[in-house]
């Protein structure tokens, strides 16, 4: 149960930045220069917050709030997808390293657990 609680979380993180990389890059081409996929989430926390204070300022936080969030999101996604998916092959390549490593430490972990319960 405690992994499907995991995954959950973690999935939701997943969806949650991918939307956030939509937002920011609905606006960042308006930016003379080059941009990268952090700017890119980051602009889109910054444009999520301000809309959502701005949106509580005239009217309630409703199930149509998030729906013009992911309607933002989709649009930024759509039309700047090959870009993005550009940013993300060139980013897996440069940490591919580090994304082993991080396998082989959470596996090293699982069998670390199974070595204190035999304790």
Same mark, same amino acid.
């Given at each position: =149960?405690?992994?499907?609680?995991? +995954? ?7 969806? =949650? ?12 081409? #308006? *930016?003379? $220069? ?6 890119? &989430? ?14 509580? +300022?005239?009217?309630? #936080?409703? &199930?149509? $709030?998030? #729906?013009?969030?992911?309607?933002? %999101? %989709?649009?930024?996604?759509? &039309? ?21 490593? !991080? ?8 069998? !670390?657990?199974? *070595?204190?319960? $035999?304790?």
């Amino acid at each position: =149960m405690l992994i499907v609680a995991t +995954l959950s979380v973690f999935g939701l993180w997943i969806v =949650m930045a991918i939307a956030l990389i939509g937002i920011g890059s609905t606006i960042h081409p #308006l *930016f003379p $220069t080059s941009y990268s996929l952090g700017d890119t &989430f980051w602009l889109g926390l910054g444009i999520c917050i301000a809309l959502l204070e701005i949106w509580s +300022l005239v009217g309630r #936080l409703s &199930f149509a $709030t998030t #729906l013009c969030l992911c309607g933002i %999101a %989709a649009l930024g996604l759509l &039309f700047n997808g090959s870009i993005l998916s550009n940013q993300v092959r060139s980013e897996w390549q440069a940490n591919r390293r580090w994304i082993v490593l !991080l396998r082989i430490r959470v596996q090293s972990l699982g069998s !670390l657990r199974v *070595f204190l319960r $035999t304790i």
